[in-house]
């Protein structure tokens, strides 16, 4: 921070110095519109469109940013519940083996396989029934 305020201090300074040795009439011609100021505003204004159109290109890329941020945050916050969850399952499951209860692993039943063959000749015994 205080470094920042050094840096706008020496770049006032600087501005100023600039804009006390170059007090030259300048005209500006945009077509039509014609502007007569001194060199350091000219300058200055030109400097000030600058930053601002570059603020404006910028923009985008920072709100992009940001949400990618945040969106990544949500994801870390999930995960690690995620994480504490399966810990809670992990210490369950030892709590349970140390005792010597064994789960009872659920039951599933493997579905019949059921080949190409089989599918066809379902088709054709229903179509000459």
């Known amino acids: 921070m205080q470094l920042l305020l050094i840096l706008g201090m020496v770049f006032a300074i600087g501005a100023v110095t600039f804009s006390l040795q170059n007090d030259i009439p300048v005209t ?4 039509l ?8 505003v000219v300058l200055l204004v030109a400097v000030c469109v600058g930053v ?3 603020a404006l290109v910028s923009t985008p ?4 940013g940001q949400w990618d941020r945040a969106r ?7 995960a690690e519940n995620d994480r504490a969850s399966l810990e809670g399952r992990v210490s369950q499951l030892e ?5 010597g209860e064994s789960p009872a692993p ?4 493997a579905a019949p396989y059921v080949g190409l063959k089989s599918i066809l000749m379902a088709q054709e015994e229903e179509c000459t029934k």
């Open 33 to 40: 519109w014609s502007y007569d100021s001194s060199l350091a």
């Open 95 to 99: 709590s349970e083996a140390a005792h």
């Open 52 to 54: 601002l159109i570059a």
């Open 28 to 31: 500006v011609v945009l077509g």
């Open 61 to 64: 890329s920072v709100i992009k």
């Open 106 to 109: 659920a039951a599933e039943e």
């Open 72 to 78: 990544l945050r949500r994801q870390l916050a999930g």
